[in-house]
């Protein structure tokens, strides 16, 4: 059984650039969640994606976005990077929503300058 | 909306000694469930220990078991027989269905 992958690992941007982060769900699972953790900070909900439609959102303006695909991978895109965007992303899947154990992957740690 | 309040920011514990980690939240949700979340150092997260609220028995995880107070929405975890592998960051969550609140955390070491 495969678990969450994402990718890239570690990745240097420039404020005002767009990124796009990747996860690959653990096998079966058909939700997939993303957070933002700041340094010294717990995760903070961005939205969780439930077969392929977005279904929960936290605090986060639109320039956050995000796709789920038929295999319930998922994408999280930020457009205009402020310096403030600096932090580890995490994804999670889970075989339903947030009040199911969810699987971290092991996060992307994400640096705007 | 919902909070997710942890006060103690470290805490230190002996190595087979028990230790109680304390959580506070706050929901308008009827529906809810709440979790303890371990982080050790470079490593992922991992699910310790989950209520459903509308169950009043206290989960238990093998070492680990949580003190559920709906009324005083309070949901401390205590680890018992304290390990070197159980230093990491704890994090207290509560969610409902959609989404996922968690607290800033508790940093927990293990000593001899």
């Known amino acids: 059984e495969t678990g969450v992958t994402q990718s890239p690992t570690h990745l240097i941007k420039t404020r005002g650039q767009q990124v796009t982060l990747r996860c690959s769900s653990q096998?079966?699972?058909?939700?997939v969640s993303w957070y933002q953790q700041a340094l010294g900070q717990g995760p903070q909900f961005i939205f969780q994606y439930y077969r392929e439609e977005e279904n929960g959102r936290g605090n986060f303006p639109p320039r956050f976005s995000g796709l789920q695909f038929p295999n319930y991978s998922s994408e999280l895109n930020v457009n205009a990077l402020e310096l403030d965007d600096s932090a580890l992303y995490l994804c999670?899947?889970?075989?339903?929503?947030?009040?199911?154990?969810?699987?971290f992957g092991p996060g992307t740690r994400l640096t705007v300058t | 909306a919902q909070t997710v309040t942890q006060s103690q920011p470290e805490m230190s514990v002996q190595e087979a000694e028990t230790v109680t980690l304390s959580c506070t939240y706050d929901?308008?949700?009827?529906?809810?469930?709440l979790f303890w979340y371990k982080q050790p150092p470079s490593r992922q997260m991992i699910l310790v220990i989950r209520q459903e609220a509308y169950k009043q028995q206290n989960a238990t995880e093998n070492r680990f078991s949580v003190n559920f107070q709906k009324a005083a929405k309070s949901f401390s975890l205590k680890i018992s027989d304290s390990q070197l592998g159980d230093t990491a960051m704890y994090f207290c969550a509560c969610g409902t269905a959609s989404k996922l609140t968690f607290g800033t955390g508790t940093r927990l070491q293990v000593t001899l």
């Open positions: 929901t308008s949700e009827s529906n809810y469930y």
């Open positions: 096998s079966g699972h058909n939700t």
């Open positions: 999670a899947s889970s075989l339903g929503g947030a009040s199911y154990e969810q699987y």
